[in-house]
């Protein structure tokens, strides 16, 4: 079982496609994991409430699988890739949460409504990809203040 890992620090599963199924709620156990990585693979149905108690990842890689669910807010996370999955969400306001991000990855998921002004707040972001979504309305003027 995966939960039994508790001392773990980095896991990669990248490019497995028989890995399927979902996201076991035990990945809750790996409270020391700072960095966790699950692209490319055939993962599918919503991400566990559980992933929120890996408190100290700072690099969470969900990218390239069938994922649905909400869209995570960690306080500690500097990257997120969350791309290429079928999120059918809004980016929430409190995004602003996430202070220390530097790279916020979510394009070609099914993410609507409008880009939240308080994205212009992440004072550390460099990359920003939103493409490819159902997002609607203006760019937000705050984003420019993350312009060099």
Known sequence: QIGR?????FITFFNITALTG?????IG???DVNNFSWFSNSLSGKIPSEIYLLSNVFSLKLSENKLEGEFPIFSNLRNLNISINMLSTTIPSQITKMKFLKILAASSNKLFSTIPSEIGKLSYLEYLD???NLLS???PVELSALLP
Not at 5 to 9: H, K, N
């Open 5 to 9: 890992l508790t001392q773990l620090l």
């Open 22 to 26: 979902t996201i076991p709620s035990q």
């Open 29 to 31: 156990y790996l409270t």
């Open 130 to 132: 939103l493409g490819n």
């Open 137 to 139: 309305g203006t760019i």
